[in-house]
């Protein structure tokens, strides 16, 4: 009998107990994306609680912006999210712009059309490369990186940087295009479409990343509303919602005449996904694979949407107009305004009091929102499943710390 | 933003809930009582038609004019604003709700003021509270765990008041 216990593995795992455990991961762990910090608490291979701390990059930005003019804070914008500071500097122009009952000539309309959306394909495409990273997959990050790399040589060319740009500015923006800048843009494009069909080879339609992402960490479209979630994650869930098309009319505007299908499954379908990989049939709305997909669907509906700016811009034979002047003075009263950003609802509340310091600013950070239903989605995960959650969530900490 | 007759319903629904409407402003608001604040909101999320099931954020913003000279001009009263926006994914319409509260509680500095938690009714309120709590000096009553949130844990003060003044060190680092 004895003989008999001690060769069923089944009954020795019975014997052992386990005990609950405080895991520390973070701030300096590389699949945080950045300096988040979480700490778990598990049992066995079993997350029960997972409780973010943030706050490691917290600037109080929003105390700065009361001491500078809405113009200078531009350049704060843009450190918030660092991935995609030309949205954020969009985001932040058309605030002020929205106090001030400033309308942008046609031209810096269609231009900045052309600008966030280049910049919301070089974020997704961090977000899917460092995802694949996350899930211990080396390549797509290389490719991602490879494409990345040509749209910051077109910022480059526009605006002289290629991280932290301050081109989008209060009244329009800092310059116009360079000459053959167009030309180079459709370049980029005829070469990146073809690679889409990498990456979905990479990752979307591969068999592991399925297996790693498909039914995990699946966010009910009730609790992503909830939540405050937004951008890719709330339209992950099944949520019909995208700004440029919903938001205020003082932004939605800016897209008025441009034709795009919002990313978001209705009625069990993608838009246009007959030319798309198939919805493996593991995964569920809301989770981690449907996530990313929203992303890779919106990196072609903004390839889209820049050709058809180019040919808007390049119509238009109008100046840009110049931006507002750097002391301008904004006017008593307040505003707030969301944007869609690449990462979700990027909204900002200005009070003005008459001189050109703002009274009070306030970035409500995408990310941030996003981040706080974490704890929801790791309960009674694996360990191994919270960096593929958290990265699925594609946060930014810049954002959320400000 | 809704019409009047949106705010009719509120007010027939909740009596002496609305303080003040400021409609002609670029965003309308409405200025509701700090004590019926969890009232409104939880009517305007389950009762209203226009359902506003999403919180977007929680502002406050301290009406305080530190320098006397400048104090002397200025045409308010000093005291902190609490804003919320709302919004409805269903109806797709934004609110703005404005929440005036004194500076200090009773007046005693050093007391920070009060008003209800709307943890319960979105639960998004949970880490926005504890953002103004954190840097607006802010106390949510009935909020389910009211810490700092982006200062660390043994900061003191609250940096977005006006009258706030940087340590001279943290833990032996220079701040000033």
């Known amino acids: 009998m004895a003989q008999l216990v001690d060769d069923d593995p089944r009954i020795i795992e019975f014997d052992v107990r386990t005990d609950e455990m405080l895991i520390n991961m973070g701030p300096q762990h590389p699949s945080t994306h950045g300096v988040l910090r979480l700490v778990l608490r598990t049992d066995g291979e079993i997350v029960s609680q997972v409780e973010p701390h943030i706050g490691y990059l917290h600037r109080c930005a929003e105390k700065i912006g009361e001491n500078l003019s809405a113009r200078q804070w531009i350049p704060y914008t843009d450190r918030m999210d660092y991935l995609a500071a030309m949205n954020m500097n969009l985001g932040w122009s058309l605030a002020v712009e929205k106090l001030m009952r400033h309308e942008v000539s046609e031209r810096a309309r269609h231009l900045r059309v052309l600008i966030v959306e280049l910049g919301r394909i070089s974020s997704h495409l961090v977000g899917m490369g460092a995802y694949g990273l996350d899930l211990g997959t080396f390549s797509p990050f290389l490719y991602a990186f490879r494409e990345r790399e040509k749209i910051l040589d077109l910022f480059e060319e526009a605006c002289g940087a290629r991280l932290t740009y301050s081109y989008i500015t209060v009244g329009g923006a800092t310059a116009d295009l360079p000459p053959g800048w167009l030309a180079k843009c459709e370049t980029f494009l005829d070469q990146f479409e073809p690679v889409i069909q990498e990456y979905h080879a990479l990752l979307t339609t591969n068999a592991i990343f399925i297996k790693r992402t498909a039914g995990v960490g699946v966010l009910s479209r009730e609790m992503a509303i909830d939540y405050g979630c937004s951008g890719p994650v709330l339209r992950g869930s099944g949520v019909d919602q995208d700004l440029r098309r919903d938001g205020e009319s003082m932004y939605t505007a800016m897209y008025d005449g441009y034709a795009f299908e919002v990313a978001v499954q209705k009625n069990g379908h993608y838009p246009r996904d007959h030319s798309y990989p198939a919805v493996p049939p593991d995964a569920v709305l809301g989770d981690c694979w449907h996530r990313f997909f929203v992303r890779m669907l919106e990196v072609v509906q903004s390839m889209d949407l820049v050709r058809q700016a180019i040919d808007r811009y390049s119509a238009c034979k109008e100046p840009l107009g110049e931006p507002l002047k750097l002391m301008e003075k904004l006017p008593v009263g307040d505003v707030y305004l969301e944007t869609e950003c690449p990462k979700g609802q990027m909204g900002f509340y200005l009070v003005g009091d008459g001189s050109p310091i703002p009274w009070r600013v306030r970035a409500r950070s995408s990310s941030f929102s996003n981040l706080s239903v974490l704890h929801e989605l790791c309960r009674g995960c694996l360990i191994a499943d919270v960096p593929a959650i958290v990265g699925s969530l594609d946060v930014v900490m810049g954002e959320i710390d400000r | ?176």
């Open chain 2, 1 to 176: 933003m809704r019409g009047p007759a949106f705010l009719e319903r509120l007010e027939a629904a909740l009596p002496g809930a609305i303080v003040a409407t400021h409609l002609e402003a670029i965003d309308p608001s409405v200025e509701v009582a700090a004590e019926q604040l969890v009232d409104v909101c939880r009517w305007l999320k389950e009762s209203s038609d226009s359902r506003f099931d999403s919180l977007e954020s929680v502002t406050a913003v301290d009406w305080f004019e530190p320098d006397p000279k400048k104090a002397a001009k200025v045409t308010w009263s000093p005291h902190t604003e609490l804003i919320y926006h709302l919004w409805s994914t269903v109806s797709r319409v934004s609110l703005v709700l404005k929440v005036k509260l004194p500076r200090w509680k009773g007046d005693v500095p050093g007391q920070l003021p009060e008003v209800a938690s709307v943890a319960g009714i979105w639960r998004t309120a949970d880490w926005h509270e504890r953002e103004a709590y954190d840097l607006s000096g802010i106390h949510f009553t009935g909020h389910p765990d009211l810490r700092r949130i982006l200062c660390p844990e043994d900061w003191e003060g609250h940096p977005l008041r006006k009258d706030y003044e940087m340590p001279l060190e943290y833990h032996g680092i220079r701040a000033k």
